[in-house]
């Protein structure tokens, strides 16, 4: 593809099930994990309810009206601080089209929506070895150093 069409980025409202049935379609393949993110697990009733709610974001980047890459963004309030900060949980690009800027039009994107919401910081985490996401973070923040512990509800 000599000169790819230019992604276009949406967010996506209770009414675009079917893009977010794509985005997950997208996280499925680029993180080699359709089982977690198996595009029919949620109901079309879910993902409106999830799409309508203010602390949730998902953002889909198009290039041809076909989702090649997403983000799915939380806004969390602060209890010690009148302010909030949004959590960049998953991000994602389709191999074939990355190298295009599209996770930085992304992030750019849900920077935008940080500045309309007031939130002080966007913040993300990268696994060690994402040698790809930590070099594209790195130029967009400034990096921390810490531990990430997952603890199951029951006892």
């Known amino acids: ?8 980025i949406q967010q996506l409202s209770p009414a675009d099930t079917e893009l977010a049935r794509e985005l997950l379609y997208v996280f499925g393949q680029a993180f080699e994990d359709e089982a ?12 409106e309810k999830l799409l309508a709610r203010d602390h949730f974001m998902a953002l889909v980047a198009l290039v041809d009206g076909k989702v090649v890459g997403g983000i799915a963004a939380y806004e969390m ?25 599209i996770a930085t039009h992304l992030i750019d994107a849900l920077r935008e929506i940080a500045v309309e919401r007031g939130a002080w910081v966007v913040f993300v985490q990268a696994d060690h070895g994402d040698d790809p996401a930590i070099t594209l973070y790195t130029g967009l923040g400034t990096r921390e150093d810490v531990l990430h512990f997952d603890i199951k509800p029951e006892k």
Do not use: F, G
């Open 1 to 8: 593809m000599d000169n790819p069409s230019p992604a276009i």
């Open 36 to 47: 977690t993110y198996d595009s029919k697990a949620s109901s079309k009733d879910y993902l």
């Open 77 to 101: 309030e602060k209890l010690e601080l009148e302010r909030s900060e949004i959590y960049l949980y998953d991000l994602a690009v389709l191999e074939s089209h990355r190298r295009r800027h």
